[in-house]
């Protein structure tokens, strides 16, 4: 009769402690557009003052102002939105980010700590976002890049004797 009861009290309690811990989960879905990079859906919020400045770019710009530190992410990268979402304004330094994609409405409720972030051109590169990255990346390091599997992210870094990005580890 006794260990009924304390298997009771036991179940309960476990069944309390799975609800608490549970509810303080945050579960967040990232977006996922295939190989889409949600320029047609989101091209209006370009021009829409926000606290996040989203200005379209190519590499080819980026190079000409020699930029020290570029942090390439995409929306749907789970490592680029726990990177993106811990920064702070203290934190982030001189590294300019450069999106993927045009997910502007979710960059500007999941990034705040950001007040620019550059987008890789759609008009530049076109709407299928592993081409964009592969062509941005090719472009930025002035090197061909074998059409393998997108890797995201990617961090470069301006190397002033050589006069050119270099990928970092």
Request: charged residues 20%; glycine residues 4%.
């Amino acid at each position: 009769m006794k260990r009924q009861a304390s298997l009771r009290i036991v179940n309960v309690l476990m069944s309390a402690f799975m609800t608490v811990l549970i509810g303080c989960i945050s579960i967040v879905k990232l977006p996922n557009y295939g190989d889409n990079d949600v320029y047609a859906e989101n091209k209006q919020y370009l021009e829409k003052p926000g606290k996040i400045a989203f200005i379209e770019i190519t590499a080819q710009e980026l190079i000409e102002k020699h930029h020290e530190d570029i942090y390439l992410f995409s929306t749907w990268c789970s490592h680029c939105f726990y990177h993106l979402s811990h920064l702070t304004p203290e934190t982030k330094g001189i590294t300019k980010y450069v999106a993927a994609n045009y997910d502007i409405r979710f960059m500007q409720k999941r990034f705040t700590a950001l007040d620019t972030i550059f987008i890789i051109s759609n008009a530049a590169y076109g709407s299928k976002e592993s081409q964009k990255i592969n062509a941005f990346v090719s472009e930025l390091l002035k090197e061909t890049i074998p059409k393998a599997p997108v890797r995201i992210p990617q961090k470069f870094a301006w190397n002033s004797q050589e006069g050119r990005f270099k990928r970092l580890p």
